[in-house]
């Protein structure tokens, strides 16, 4: 990495991958130093960086953000969760990070990880900037909450089943015509906030394990999903009532399993194996409402009952939604 002209020793960095962009910063907040991982990214060249501070690779509305976050970080010695930089081009790109601070006195070592392709600096800052509809194993973004979505076509007819996000929700683009995903935890330092809050309450295992667990149902969970969809679209009679009643059977024998499996996970996680189960149940007998959500998605009215680890397993929208005061504190 090029040096800094008064401190030519450079400092010493952990194996990392290629991709990995890494810059040292002084207490100001200036760059000391980048590799040619971070000029590939940045789109600036390593002089160009010397001369630039943190936020001036932030986008324009973040900007006051950045600052308070550097702050922060200067003040706990670590940070770590997911950015968006904007490059000399004008595109954001988001990015994981970690961030040490005093690597060596009066140098604070950041380490980002590309994890989205560019966007337009025009597009809303809180529009999910990943490909959709989102692979089965996509683990790229760490506040990512898989879940099953029914697609329909023009006259409501079930046509297809895709992995969504249950933070994603259409919002029109001012004085546009279209609509863009937008993320309902907000934009890239929201969604850090959000992995700060989340982390201090177990939040972030009952996520991982919530998507361990619908990987590994997933086929009765479809099974499920396309029978609640052609209840919706037809008349309801006996025999697709037991259909219905042996998907969830189905949902249920996969949920005993998963929990045989990660019991050990469960435990630190805060989630009652029992209590989660009844959840489940609760959820499927809610079948009996004909234009209910798809798939395992209680009521808020039914899930507000049971512990704040069940209800994040089976509704973490809503569980977001109530803690972006907490999450408005962080910041």
Known sequence: MPGNQERPTETPLPLLPPSAAVLVADDEARFLEVNDAAVRLLKYSASQLSAMHVWDITAGPQVGDAKLMWKDFLSHGRQAGVYQVRRSDGRRVTVQYEATANVEPGRHLSILQPISRAQPEARPLDECPFERPFPRDFNGCPTYQPVLAQMADSREQPIAQVWTCDHLTGKRIPYKPTYYARCGLGDA????????????????????????????????????????????????????????????????????????????????????????????????????????????????????????????FLRPDLVAARMKRSVADVR
């Open 189 to 312: 330092v929201d969604r850090s906030a959000w992995l700060q809050v989340a982390a201090e309450r177990s939040l972030v295992k009952v996520r991982e394990l919530r998507a361990d667990f619908l990987r590994a149902a997933e086929k009765p969970i479809r099974r499920l999903i396309a029978l609640q969809a052609s209840r919706r679209s037809s008349m309801i009679d006996a025999p697709a009532d037991r259909r219905l009643h042996a998907a969830g059977e189905g949902v249920l024998t996969a949920l005993n399993e998963f929990m045989q499996r990660r019991r050990a996970a469960l435990h630190v996680a805060g989630l009652d194996a029992t209590t989660l189960r009844h959840a489940v149940v609760a959820t499927l007998d809610e079948r009996s409402s004909p234009d209910r959500v798809q798939g395992l998605r209680p009521s808020e009215g039914l899930i507000a009952a049971y512990p704040l680890a069940v209800q994040a």
